[in-house]
């Protein structure tokens, strides 16, 4: 036992491959179970937070969440800020500019409109519940944007652990409600082309929650909202932690 | 070659950085100001030139791929190491502010919709098909 253990220390980048591997599968299981209607990824990033909160408790201290573990130290690298900001954006590779182009002013709109009323919101509930001062408030309102945003905001400003784990959870909301309330929504709010569509992917934002929202919805509509809400992380990422939080700074002073 | 793609990719990300906190340092914050973001436009404008140009092969997509598709594991892995001991103490909040955004970006939908031309609705389905 100890000589694996000893091993799973040494090599705790594959170790962290091994555990996140088995994550997404047992993800992927609980989707089929929902009929898809909530997507794999979203629930691995939930099972993602009981982990760290089993893992804090566990450890005594909370911060560090699992990787405090030293069995598990391999996720504190695997989900470390370098190889997390490596992949983010290299999701943008393969956006068009020629496609971005073909979203419209609609959609350019809807993706300010939806990055800039997430993020007050999310401001203003921080400020409501006390997390006054300028950093905590604008990580969390980024959270509020996407689960994305909030945590490349947060390590941006350097924020608190505590407050990095709030706007997560508060993004993963936003996204798993996007999933399950499309449907029950889309008619009263115009969602049957694909135009109404690219605006819903630029205001919602989440892609996974567009996504699952729109093949819930009509199938057809997918490509439109995830083309818009693609973008939508880059531009929160670019707003957030810059012109974001300098308004929010010049207004809490 | 597969690395020429990861190289593209790191040369976005530490302009990228490097440009956040340039500006961080320009609107004197000590912090990096949309880093991520620059790099995401750089690999943006870059790539889009080098696919028009047919300069980026095969293998070096592949190499930037792969690293996309591994987004979603790396964010699961993260989420597994923040505090989130600390974090249910806010849950609430965390919450609210979720179903908030949510509300707000609905209501918002037919408001941005009615910009520019109407669009057409999708001929109706035979029947709803399943996904």
Redo the contacts between chains.
């Keep these: 036992m100890e000589m694996i253990v000893a091993i799973f220390t040494k090599y705790g980048l594959v170790m962290?491959?091994l555990?996140?591997?088995v994550?997404?599968y047992i993800a992927g299981l609980i989707s089929k179970a929902t009929n898809?209607r909530i997507a794999g990824?979203a629930i691995?990033?939930l099972?993602?937070?009981?982990?760290?909160?089993v893992?804090?408790?566990a450890s005594g201290e909370?911060?560090?969440?699992?990787?405090k573990i030293p069995l598990?130290s391999g996720?504190?690298i695997?989900?470390?800020s370098m190889?997390?900001?490596?992949?983010?954006?290299?999701?943008?590779?393969?956006?068009?500019?020629s496609e971005i182009k073909k979203a419209?002013?609609?959609g350019i709109?809807?993706l300010f409109?939806?990055v800039i009323?997430?993020f007050v919101?999310?401001v203003v509930?921080?400020i409501?519940?006390g997390?006054s001062d300028v950093v905590s408030a604008t990580t969390?309102g980024a959270?509020?944007?996407t689960?994305?945003v909030g945590?490349?905001t947060g390590?941006?400003?350097?924020a608190?652990?505590?407050?990095?784990?709030?706007?997560?959870?508060?993004?993963?909301?936003?996204s798993?409600?996007?999933m399950i309330?499309t449907p029950f929504?889309a008619k009263s709010?115009?969602?049957?082309?694909?135009?109404?569509a690219m605006?819903?992917g630029?205001?919602?934002?989440t892609t996974s929650g567009t996504a699952a929202g729109l093949?819930?919805t009509?199938?057809?509509?997918v490509p439109y909202g995830a083309m818009t809400a693609t973008f939508f992380t880059?531009?929160?990422?670019?707003?957030c932690?810059?012109v974001l939080?300098?308004a929010t700074?010049a207004i809490l002073g | 070659m597969a690395i020429y793609g990861l190289t593209l990719?790191?040369v976005?990300?530490l302009l990228?950085?490097l440009l956040?906190d340039i500006?961080g340092k320009a609107?004197n914050?000590?912090?990096?100001?949309?880093?991520?973001?620059?790099?995401?436009?750089f690999?943006?404008?870059i790539?889009?030139y080098l696919?028009e140009n047919n300069m980026l092969s095969p293998k070096a997509?592949d190499g930037?791929?792969f690293?996309?598709m591994?987004?979603?594991?790396?964010?699961?892995?993260?989420?597994?190491?923040?505090?989130?001991?600390?974090?249910?103490?806010?849950?609430?909040?965390?919450?609210?502010?979720?179903?908030?955004?949510?509300a707000?970006?609905?209501a918002?939908?037919?408001m941005?919709?009615k910009?520019?031309?109407?669009?057409?609705?999708?001929p109706e389905?035979d029947k709803e098909?399943e996904?």
């Design positions: 962290a491959f555990i996140i591997g994550v997404m898809k990824s691995a990033i099972i993602g937070l009981v982990l760290a909160y893992g804090g408790v909370g911060a560090g969440g699992l990787s598990f996720l504190g695997m989900g470390g190889l997390r900001d490596y992949c983010i954006i290299s999701t943008a590779f393969g956006a068009r500019i419209g002013l609609a709109i809807s409109v939806g009323a997430s919101v999310g509930l921080a409501m519940f997390y969390i959270g509020a944007v689960f994305i945590p490349v390590a941006a400003l350097g608190s652990s505590d407050v990095v784990a709030l706007s997560i959870a508060a993004g993963v909301v936003k798993i409600l996007v309330m929504v709010i115009g969602l049957n082309n694909p135009k109404s605006v819903y630029g205001l919602m934002g093949a819930a009509d199938a057809r509509l880059g531009l929160g990422c670019l707003m932690p810059s939080f300098l700074k | 990719l790191s976005c990300m990228g950085t956040g500006l609107v914050v000590s912090a990096n100001v949309g880093g991520v973001g620059f790099a995401m436009l690999l943006i404008l790539s889009d696919l997509q930037i791929k690293w996309s591994m987004y979603i594991p790396v964010v699961v892995a993260m989420t597994a190491r923040q505090n989130v001991v600390a974090a249910v103490k806010g849950g609430p909040m965390a919450i609210l502010a979720g179903v908030l955004a949510v707000v970006a609905f918002f939908v037919p941005i919709s910009i520019g031309a109407p669009g057409t609705p999708l389905n098909k996904a």
